[in-house]
């Protein structure tokens, strides 16, 4: 079956421009994440879903972020009025297991990131 | 404070040869689970080998395996026999807790490996 999917795989926006990234999770992944990975960095954590609901957004830097997952499927990160610290590869996943399930294993699958590159 | 820590930038191996890449960790929670991820120039995570905190015998996966140290808090993953398809940068990561608070990875800032013939 397919992977994670993301789009678009890359991203040159103005500063100050509105971009909106899209993450397309595996089939029947309950539970989906973003991360933001700078250049020479590890991922960094933003948000968490279980299905439509968004459990976590303690990560997002700033209120210009914004993502949704309103079918509880599809995911979208929006960023409003980019900035130049915004540049960064942005990481969705998605797992098949809630965060309560009692399994600590439940893998990550990582789609291939979108590149932002804010000038 | 970093809960994961890799303390080697860079490392070199030669095909066929074995080698180590470190990872150190830090929580208080009892519960907590280690991953070990590849990250190729494409950019893709490619998950790798998993030790929960409870399990009793270091994880093996083919040629990867972990050497997992639980006072030391260290989760080394050691790659035998390497091929030049292992140059890559490696990412150890960390969930804490099995409830409701564990779901998000840390990572640290990765290990850039490249396999020389």
């Known amino acids: 079956g397919a992977g994670v999917s993301q789009s678009p795989r890359y991203k040159v926006a103005k500063r100050g421009q509105d971009v909106a990234l899209r993450c397309d999770p595996i089939?029947?992944?309950?539970?989906l994440f973003w991360y933001q990975q700078a250049l020479g960095q590890g991922p960094e954590f933003l948000t968490y879903?279980?299905?439509?609901?968004?459990?976590?957004k303690s990560g997002l830097p700033s209120d210009r972020f914004f993502a949704e997952r309103p079918e509880g499927s599809v995911s979208t990160l929006k960023i409003q009025r980019t900035q130049q610290e915004d540049s960064a590869v942005y990481l969705c996943?998605?797992?098949?297991?809630?965060?309560?399930?009692?399994?600590?294993?439940?893998?990550?699958?990582f789609g291939p990131g979108t590149r932002l590159t804010v000038l | 404070a970093q809960k994961i820590t890799q303390t080697q930038p860079g490392m070199f191996v030669q095909e066929k040869e074995a080698v180590t890449l470190d990872c150190t960790y830090d929580t208080s929670d009892p519960s907590y689970g280690l991953f070990w991820y590849k990250q190729p120039s494409s950019g893709e995570m490619i998950f790798l080998i998993y030790?929960?905190?409870?399990?009793?015998q270091n994880a093996t996966e083919g040629r990867y395996s972990l050497n997992f140290q639980k006072a030391r808090k260290s989760a080394n993953l050691v790659i035998s026999a390497s091929q030049l398809g292992d140059s890559a940068m490696y990412f150890c990561a960390m969930r804490e807790g099995f409830g409701n608070s564990g779901y998000a990875l840390n990572f640290g800032k990765g290990t850039s490996l490249l396999v020389t013939p």
């Open positions: 030790q929960g905190s409870y399990d009793q």
């Open positions: 089939s029947g992944h309950v539970s």
């Open positions: 996943a998605s797992s098949f297991f809630t965060s309560g399930s009692g399994n600590s294993y439940n893998e990550q699958f």
């Open positions: 879903f279980q299905n439509e609901a968004q459990l976590d």
